[in-house]
């Protein structure tokens, strides 16, 4: 085993140390949580050892990272997440990898993700952003739709061709009154998603917690936690 195989499988054991207590703490089943490992700025190299180690789902947040790394690991099986500020002029590269958009956070890139998906001749699950810290009608600073802008993008979603209406995501908001209070705004999520799913019953994808907050996803009932500093290492700085 290479060094930096170990590496990856020591924190993957830690990481997964993590998700069993926090799944026992919360009277869950290990399985209905799903670890994605966010490889943004690390090689390809290492997505393939990753996969070597047993993970199926990876996230990237840039597509001029993205589109190189998933083409050379084309020949893996993986779920490809698409989880940074997505600009319509990037949507015909993503949509040629990427599974799952979980960035989705305005009518225009909907219209934009669903043309190049039929275009493609592929299905693309999509994500709602929701920005915890956004004003009715505003965007979040982390980009995401304001909680009253959600149902007016799923119906968007859900009749549009070549997208799937998977369900939710955030990110723990820095500012407003879920600042430093991940546990209470992955809280409100999973309420926001209940009412989601009454409309929408298979949107019952809720991504939510990273490297510093899983165990407060899970508690709340996240779906899918997505992490990578915990698996891959504090990552260089950019510049």
């Known amino acids: ?7 990856l499988a020591a924190n993957l054991a830690q990481v997964e140390e993590r998700i069993v207590s926090s799944c026992a703490a919360a009277g869950r089943q290990r399985e209905e949580v799903t670890l994605i490992v966010v490889t943004k700025t690390y090689p390809a190299s290492d997505v393939r050892i990753l996969h070597e180690l047993g993970v199926r789902h990876v996230a990237e947040n840039r597509d001029q990272d993205a589109a190189p790394k998933a083409a050379a690991c084309a020949d893996l099986s993986l779920t490809w997440h698409f989880v940074g500020q997505l600009q319509t002029n990037k949507v015909r590269s993503v949509t040629s990898y990427a599974d799952v958009v979980q960035s989705v956070d305005r009518a225009k890139l909907v219209t934009a993700l669903s043309a190049a998906a039929v275009r493609g001749e592929r299905e693309l699950g999509c994500l709602i952003q ?6 009715s009608g505003e965007r979040g600073e ?6 009253d802008g959600i149902e007016e993008l799923a119906a968007a ?3 549009a061709g070549g997208l ?5 995501m955030t990110v723990a908001p820095l500012a407003g009154e879920y600042a430093g ?3 209470a705004a992955f809280d409100r999520l999973m ?11 298979a949107a019952n994808m809720v991504s939510a917690g990273m490297s510093g907050d899983l165990e407060d996803a899970v508690a709340a009932g996240a779906t899918h936690v997505r992490v990578g500093t915990a698996v891959l290492g504090v990552r260089p700085r950019l510049g």
């Open 164 to 168: 799937r209406l998977d369900g939710l």
């Open 142 to 147: 982390r980009g995401g739709v304001a909680p």
């Open 130 to 135: 929701v920005a915890l810290d956004a004003e």
């Open 1 to 7: 085993m290479t060094d930096r195989k170990a590496e």
């Open 181 to 183: 209070r991940q546990r």
């Open 157 to 159: 979603i859900g009749a």
């Open 191 to 201: 309420e926001i998603s209940s009412r989601l799913r009454a409309g929408h019953p």
